[in-house]
């Protein structure tokens, strides 16, 4: 199996990982790729992966048998249209399913449609009418951006003040999703869909805050871990039951159900779970510290998704539990530099520690430099939460470039069960 992957983050890192593992590859390239997946694949820098015309002709050129698409951008742009015309083998929704993140307001009245319990909210395209909501309402409310917005295109403030400013800046160009504030912990739930049948991951934990006790501004996510302890047996079993099951069906009912990931952002309260948001592909960080727990053969996991054959697949709960915790630059989720120098320390063949790259490429001189602001993922695998952060707390030291930072509480920061 040759097999092209798209995106250049962690995420892709993670599942270029995953699959070099597997005994099914016979080749295996990125697009574009970063250093990190240049050393167990080839890249392919100049392709871009919105661009259906090069991600085409870079399968034609390369042979290519399956493509697999990391990054929501080329979901929503209709990559997965392009390639389906072409007879390409590839696994992520089509445009129209791809609205399901794309779009909250269009996710929002999905999830009304067909009984999918969310938090109340409302819809602003004026920013007079969402004026006159946010000062005569009593309700503590979060404002989110329509499309998509890299995981920040979100406020919660007590401060109206900064609630306008966010507001009149994205109704310019977007919708507003407005909120109810809703009490609880998040967990994220990542489904593998075959286009009929589907199967649930074990769940994962998004530290999205940017400083040590939640606090601070949204990032694209400051670390992970999986599965969560605060998700018991008896909450799985009501997350399939009053969260998954209604949101398949209505995908089944709607026309919407694709081959790829679905993931669902939960916040559980003590009413129970209900849906922040929907995406359509592997989340990151939670990619990272997901697949290294997943025992199936990532090359049959999806031959499995693109030819129907979930059901066949054998599946087993993970008899480990990972903790990623993600470098940034310094300065993210603001402004931050490029191109600093990093020094990786990290012991060669260590099974209970994995470092993905986020954004990170290669000098003419080949020295390995950051790219962006999230720039590294360090997980630890161990028996429970707590030898696997220590595992990777252990190892983040290690990486080293001017104004590295991180938070010092993934995995030690759990939230309580509610039931």
Request: aromatic content about 8%; overall charge neutral.
């Amino acid at each position: 199996m040759r097999v092209l992957i798209l995106g250049n983050g962690a995420r892709e890192h993670a599942l270029t990982w995953k699959f070099s593992k597997s005994k099914r590859i016979s080749a295996l390239f990125v697009a574009p790729g970063n250093a990190g997946t240049g050393e167990i694949a080839t890249n392919l820098p100049d392709i871009r992966p919105t661009s259906a015309e090069e991600v085409i002709r870079a399968c034609r050129t390369h042979r290519v048998d399956l493509v697999f698409v990391g990054p929501e951008d080329p979901l929503a742009s209709g990559i997965v249209d392009a390639l389906q015309r072409e007879k390409i083998p590839v696994i992520g929704p089509p445009a129209k399913s791809a609205q399901l993140e794309a779009s909250k307001a269009f996710a929002k009245s999905f999830m009304v449609r067909n009984r999918v319990p969310t938090a109340e909210h409302w819809i602003f395209t004026s920013y007079t009418d969402l004026e006159g909501f946010l000062t005569s309402t009593s309700k503590r409310v979060i404002l989110k951006k329509s499309g998509l917005a890299a995981g920040k295109g979100v406020v919660e403030s007590g401060d109206l003040k900064e609630l306008l400013q966010f507001a009149r800046h994205t109704l310019r160009e977007d919708q507003l999703v407005v909120e109810e504030y809703l009490e609880g912990f998040e967990t994220s739930i990542f489904v593998v869909c075959d286009g009929t049948s589907y199967r649930i991951l074990p769940p994962c934990m998004d530290y999205k805050k940017a400083y040590d006790g939640n606090k601070g501004p949204n990032t694209g996510g400051m670390g992970s871990i999986c599965p969560v302890p605060s998700v018991t047996t008896s909450l799985m079993n009501r997350i399939q039951t009053e969260v998954v099951n209604p949101t398949m069906d209505g995908l089944g009912k709607e026309g919407l159900l694709y081959q790829g990931i679905l993931y669902l952002g939960l916040m559980i309260t003590r009413e129970g779970p209900k849906v922040l948001e929907y995406n359509v592909r592997f989340g990151d960080p939670e990619t990272q510290v997901l697949l290294p727990l997943l025992e199936n053969d990532m090359g049959n996991l999806a031959e499995a998704i693109v030819t129907g054959g979930l059901p066949e697949l054998p599946g087993k709960y993970p008899e480990k539990t990972a903790t990623g915790v993600v470098i940034a630059a310094p300065g993210y989720p603001g402004t931050y530099p490029k191109g600093l120098t990093v020094n990786l320390n990290l012991p060669e063949g260590n099974g209970s520690t994995l470092i993905f790259h986020a954004a990170t490429q290669r000098d003419s001189k080949g020295s390995l430099q950051t790219n962006g602001g999230r720039c590294f993922t360090v997980v630890g695998i161990g028996k429970d939460i707590f030898e696997a952060s220590a595992k990777a707390y252990e190892a983040v030291p290690k990486v080293q470039f001017e104004g590295a930072w991180y938070r010092k509480d993934i995995g030690k920061l759990l939230p309580q069960p509610l039931d």
